[in-house]
């Protein structure tokens, strides 16, 4: 299994108020890129596109503190999808038998590894963002 090194760091805060405030910078850079749904297009996919609206409903169930762990990661991540033509592990859904899992292993410039998932409709093919986290194991 290939990482993606990013070049980006985690955001430096502890302060989820500050966490929120830089990565809603981040996602407003790319949301005024287009004037319907905001996405990315990824490096892997063949440049389709990745869209967000799953990965806020996702977050916003999360506790607060996991909430912060996860945005902390959220350049690193976009970073990740937008660049990486490295293989990820796929399998399906075993909440959705309609969905493909697709996880992309990466490491922050300061060696932290994390995970970044998508999910794929079998139907439509439509990619979703669903959540950025650190990984347990090492990476």
């Known amino acids: 299994m290939k990482i993606y090194q990013t070049k980006s760091n985690k955001i430096p805060s502890t302060s989820y108020r500050e966490v929120h405030r830089k990565a809603m910078s981040e996602f407003n850079k790319i949301k005024a890129l287009t004037k319907r749904q905001p996405h990315i297009r990824s490096a892997y996919f063949n440049k389709n596109k990745i869209f967000f609206t799953y990965f806020w409903k996702h977050l916003n169930q999360k506790t607060p503190r996991v909430r912060l ?10 970073e990740l999808v937008k660049n990486s033509d490295c293989h990820p592990t796929s399998k399906e859904n075993p909440a959705k038998k309609g969905e493909i899992v697709h996880r992309f292993y990466g490491k ?10 998508i ?18 194991a090492e990476v």
């Open 108 to 117: 922050t410039a300061r060696g932290i590894g994390f995970v970044v998932q």
């Open 119 to 136: 999910k794929e409709s079998k139907r439509t093919g439509r990619k979703e963002l669903m959540s950025m986290f650190i990984s347990k």
């Open 69 to 78: 762990e996860r945005l902390k990661l959220f350049t690193c991540g976009i």
